[in-house]
């Protein structure tokens, strides 16, 4: 990801962790009926022994329930758990890069991206014009593209080794 696309995106990402926060927060566990459609779609596993009895019958049909609600639960959980921490990761990450621009850019890149402020509002606060904020602007993406250029080869380095 560039920074050009997290300066598009940022609010929409930030809505999207906060989002995932409160799922993992609320998490409530799978359906009964999403466990049901999920056994009855499922291929047995193993081979299959007929054993008569209608206890054994009822007993096997609810273990089977309850390792199957408890691994779609855990998987459920777990891929809620790995998308806040990857995107969580995301912002956080365009935050260091933000915070190590140069001059005055930090101040107005967090206005204008994190805080949402129109040119306009930049314009007035910084007290320059339209065209300076568009080449502070241009400034940040190319210091930070380079941060971004530079965790982009490390993450390769990591899978390569």
Request: proline residues 1%; contains cysteine.
């Amino acid at each position: 990801m560039k920074a050009e696309e997290m300066f598009r995106s940022y609010t929409a990402k930030k809505q999207e962790v906060d989002l995932l926060k409160f799922r993992i927060t609320n998490f409530r566990g799978i359906d009964a009926d999403e466990v049901i459609k999920s056994m009855c779609l499922a291929k047995p596993e193993g081979e299959k022994v007929q054993e008569g009895g209608t206890s054994d019958r009822t007993a096997s049909v609810a273990l089977n329930y309850r390792r199957t609600a408890d691994r779609l639960e855990d998987e459920m959980f777990d891929g809620l758990l790995e998308q806040y921490r990857r995107k969580k990761a995301e912002i956080e990450f365009f935050h260091y890069c933000v915070s190590r621009l140069s001059g005055k850019l930090p101040e107005v890149i967090t206005d204008m991206v994190v805080e949402g402020m129109d040119w306009q509002e930049l314009s007035e606060k910084y007290g320059v014009s339209h065209t300076m904020i568009g080449k502070y602007r241009r400034k940040a993406l190319k210091e930070m593209d380079v941060f971004y250029e530079i965790r982009e080869k490390n993450d390769l380095e990591v899978m390569l080794s």
